[in-house]
C-alpha cells in the first residue's frame, strides 16, 4: 500500500511559542500511526530545528520546509538552499505551492531545479499541482496539471520519480465559495496517476502518494481520502487547530 501522508501546512502562521504549543498538542494526543501512515509539519524556516526536535521520538512523524531556492549556495540572501534543509536533517520540502507559483512566479524550469537539489540531499519533495478557476471553468484542467507534471518532473528517472510526493491543489475551490467534492478529487488524482503511468510505467505510477490540497477538514478528510488514489492530504488551515488536524489525521487510510 502506498504511503498515506496528513501533511499540516503552517505557511506564515504561529510565533514560535504558539508552533510549540501546537506540536505539543498533536503530539501528545496523536494516534499511533501504521506502517505505511506519516504525519508531516511544513513550519516556517526559523521553526524546523525546533518542530524535528519534537517529533524525533514519534514513529512515522516528519518535518517539512515550505519551500527551498533553486541554487546550491552562494548570494542569495534571504533564501535557503536544500543542502541547508539537509545539515539540520529535514525530510520532506514543499516545492510549487499554488501561493509561490502566484507571489513569487516560480516557473517550471525553476521548479524543476528545486526538485533535483532536493533529490540531491536526500530530501522528499512534495511537488504540488493545480488549475485556477479561469482553467476549471474552460474545461482544461487535466492538460494544465499534466504540462505542470511534465515541465517540473518528466526529466526525472524511474528511480528519482519513485521519491516523489505529489500534492493535488484545486486553487479554483481555494477562497473562492465553490467547493471540489471528493469526486472531482478523485477525478484528477486518478488523472495524475495515468500521466505518470504514461511515462514512467504503471508499477511505478502505483507507488506514488497523491495528497489532496483543497480546504481539507476534519468534516470532509474521511469522505475525501476514501478515493483510491487520494493517498491523504496536505492541509492549510485547518492543520493550525489541534483537534481538527487530529481528526484529518485519524481519517487517513
Not at 474545461?139 to 526525472?156: A, D, I, M, R, W
Amino acid at each position: 500500500m502506498r504511503k498515506q501522508i496528513a501533511a499540516a501546512n503552517w505557511k506564515m502562521n504561529c510565533t514560535y511559542q504558539q508552533g510549540e504549543q501546537l506540536l505539543n498538542d498533536i503530539l501528545g494526543a496523536g494516534p499511533v500511526l501504521s506502517e505505511q501512515q506519516e504525519v508531516v509539519f511544513a513550519v516556517p524556516f526559523p521553526y524546523l530545528i525546533m518542530a524535528n526536535s519534537e517529533v524525533a521520538e514519534e514513529k512515522n512523524y516528519f518535518v517539512a520546509a515550505q519551500n527551498c531556492y533553486n541554487k546550491k549556495s552562494g548570494a542569495y540572501t534571504g533564501e535557503v538552499s536544500a543542502e541547508i534543509l539537509h545539515s539540520i536533517h529535514i525530510k520532506y520540502c514543499v516545492l510549487g505551492h499554488s501561493e509561490r507559483r502566484e507571489y513569487f512566479q516560480e516557473s517550471h524550469q525553476m521548479l524543476a531545479e528545486k526538485v533535483d537539489l532536493c533529490l540531491e540531499n536526500d530530501i522528499t519533495p512534495i511537488f504540488c499541482c493545480g488549475e485556477p478557476l479561469p482553467i476549471r471553468e474552460e474545461g482544461s484542467q487535466n492538460s494544465y496539471v499534466e504540462t505542470q507534471l511534465k515541465e517540473s518532473l518528466f526529466h526525472l528517472s524511474e528511480e528519482a520519480m519513485a521519491r516523489i510526493v505529489i500534492a493535488y491543489e484545486p486553487i479554483w475551490a481555494i477562497g473562492t465559495g465553490k467547493t471540489a467534492s471528493a469526486a472531482q478529487a478523485q477525478e484528477m488524482h486518478a488523472h495524475i496517476r495515468g500521466v505518470l503511468a504514461a511515462q514512467f510505467g504503471q508499477e511505478l505510477a502505483d507507488k506514488v502518494s497523491i495528497l489532496y490540497g483543497g480546504s481539507v477538514k476534519a468534516a470532509n478528510a474521511k469522505e475525501i481520502f476514501a478515493g483510491p488514489d487520494v493517498d491523504g492530504g496536505l492541509v492549510g488551515g485547518a492543520s493550525l487547530v489541534a483537534e481538527e488536524f487530529l481528526a484529518i489525521i485519524k481519517a487517513l487510510k
